[in-house]
T-cell receptor, first 117, second 114 residues
Framework: GAGVSQSPRYKVTKRGQDVALRCDPISGHVSLYWYRQALGQGPEFLTYFNYEAQQDKSGLPNDRFSAERPEGSISTLTIQRTEQRDSAMYRC???????????????FGPGTRLLVL | QKEVEQNSGPLSVPEGAIASLNCTYSDRGSQSFFWYRQYSGKSPELIMFIYSNGDKEDGRFTAQLNKASQYVSLLIRDSQPSDSATYLCAVNNAGGTSYGKLTFGQGTILTVHP
């Protein structure tokens, strides 16, 4: 079936604008994750959901960043009042349900490249 | 100290050789360990995961885990030029309640030359 999809693939915005990044997980995957990846670095955890519940948002850098997944499927990562330091690749991943049995394999989407001018 | 550390490389090996990629982690409560491969400009893709001490083999790939030493490695036998990529080690620190959070190392760049 289709993999994880993200939109837009590229986003250029001016400093101070709000942006919304969308992720559509693999069908049947109830866990969804957001990461940020800087050039030459590994992905950095931002937040994750089981169904519509946000389980961990400890990686969100500050209160300008928020995420939601209201119906337990598509998720939106919103960055308010963007700053140049927010420029990065934002990656979404999904997996089967994760719980006390341990982490499940996460499948990554193609990412959204955000550039804040 | 970083939570997950990898030598950034680049690691260069000749075609047909064994490539050895290493990763150390700081959280003794870590339970699950993953190796991802990332080609330039692409998204990470899973190669292997390992949960228990010892070796786990899958084709040309072998993952090795030593929880006492907090060390996980990936061996690639009969390396091919198509194996040239960045290899990311990821650890699940499920010591608390964040069962889904993966912490990644910075990745090791592997180059396999003909």
């Amino acid at each position: 079936g289709a993999g994880v999809s993200q939109s837009p693939r590229y986003k250029v915005t001016k400093r101070g604008q709000d942006v919304a990044l969308r992720c559509d997980p693999i069908s049947g995957h109830v866990s969804l994750y957001w990461y940020r990846q800087a050039l030459g670095q590994g992905p950095e955890f931002l937040t994750y959901f089981n169904y519509e519940a946000q389980q961990d948002k400890s990686g969100l850098p500050n209160d300008r960043f928020s995420a939601e997944r209201p119906e337990g499927s598509i998720s939106t990562l919103t960055i308010q009042r963007t700053e140049q330091r927010d420029s990065a690749m934002y990656r979404c991943a999904s997996s089967l349900a994760v719980g006390a049995s341990g982490a499940k394999t996460q499948y990554f989407g193609p990412g959204t490249r955000l550039l804040v001018l | 100290q970083k939570e997950v550390e990898q030598n950034s490389g680049p690691l260069s090996v000749p075609e047909g050789a064994i490539a050895s990629l290493n990763c150390t982690y700081s959280d003794r409560g870590s339970q699950s360990f993953f190796w991802y491969r990332q080609y330039s400009g692409k998204s990470p893709e899973l190669i292997m995961f390992i949960y228990s001490n010892g070796d786990k083999e899958d084709g040309r790939f072998t993952a090795q885990l030593n929880k006492a030493s907090q060390y996980v490695s990936l061996l690639i036998r009969d390396s091919q030029p198509s194996d040239s990529a960045t290899y990311l080690c990821a650890v699940n620190n499920a010591g608390g309640t964040s069962y889904g959070k993966l912490t990644f190392g910075q990745g090791t760049i592997l180059t396999v030359h003909p």
